[in-house]
């Protein structure tokens, strides 16, 4: 899985990365969260449109339903192919944008995650300062001539306290994680995280 702020490349990376298994003979498919299976799709429009109020614990319990469908209709049949999965945020973003960022109780996330039933064997967490976060996801937005979601509409300080979260949850599993500078260009991140995957699982 790859985790962490906005604009830290996850998304180019999980598609890179999936090329680069499949090149090596290890067929392999980028997905996302929220979203990766139609109805999961859906849920994704409605947790980030910003002009719809939600709870934080609302918000955790449509992350943890598109979750559920994602697993049911794309990850597990993929797995069950021999498949790899690259998957661009999971359930460490429950745990650190509901939970850590917007004070739900860890216990209830926990009780979700039971409930997922999965967990990856290696996350990478694209770390990167906030300042460079924002300024990477302002531009694409600019480019792309889009408003800030929900999310990119919290302020420095929650952003601050995210990017701490994730590199907490590495601390505490270093064998389950590896953290990444996602400041360099590119092409040295996918080094980087190539090296990582490799390293991690063979
Ligand atoms: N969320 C949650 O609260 N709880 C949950 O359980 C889950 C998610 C699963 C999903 O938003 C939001 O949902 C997310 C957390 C919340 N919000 N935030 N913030 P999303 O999927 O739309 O956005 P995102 O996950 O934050 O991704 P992003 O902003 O699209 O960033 P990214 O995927 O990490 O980066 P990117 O799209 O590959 O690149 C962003 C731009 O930076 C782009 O123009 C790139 O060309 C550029 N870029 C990328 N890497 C580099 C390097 N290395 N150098 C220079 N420029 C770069």
Known sequence: MLEGGEGAGKSTQARRLADWLAGRGTA???????GGAPGAERIRALLLDPAEP??????????VAARVEHVAVTIRPALASG?????DRFMDSTRVYQGVAQGVAPAAIEML??????????????D???AVSRERSAARRAQLGEAAD?????????????RDGFLARAAA???????IDASAGLDAVFAELCAA???RLG
């Open 28 to 34: 392999a498919l980028a997905t996302r969260e929220p």
């Open 54 to 63: 939600l709870t934080p614990l609302a918000q955790t319990l449509l992350h």
């Open 83 to 87: 498949i790899w999965v690259v998957c």
């Open 113 to 126: 995650a039971g409930i997922v039933g999965i967990e990856p064997d290696l996350t990478l967490v694209l």
């Open 128 to 130: 990167l300062p906030v």
């Open 150 to 162: 929900r999310y990119e509409a919290m302020d420095d300080a929650t952003h601050a306290r995210i």
């Open 173 to 179: 599993a270093p064998d389950r994680y590896a953290v």
């Open 197 to 199: 995957v490799a390293q």
